[in-house]
């Protein structure tokens, strides 16, 4: 994977991640209503910042051999 192929994909992370952080935010602030849905979006939005801390990892590392 290229460097420009790496940011795209972080790109679009971001914008994901950012999303699932203000779902995240609204469903908390609706609390009790949907508790239940607590959980999975929470996973959800653990998992993407898990696989966008990845991906800028891996850029750094791409970054430093260049």
Known sequence: MTIE???GQI???NSK????KMDLHDLAEGLPTD?????????ATYE???QLD???QHL???????
Not at 17 to 20: H, K
């Open 60 to 66: 750094k590392q791409l970054e430093s051999v260049k």
């Open 54 to 56: 990845e991906l800028k």
């Open 35 to 43: 508790y239940t849905q607590l959980m999975d979006v929470a996973a």
């Open 17 to 20: 991640a950012g999303q699932m």
């Open 48 to 50: 993407i910042y898990r």
């Open 5 to 7: 192929e790496l940011q």
């Open 11 to 13: 790109r679009r992370l």
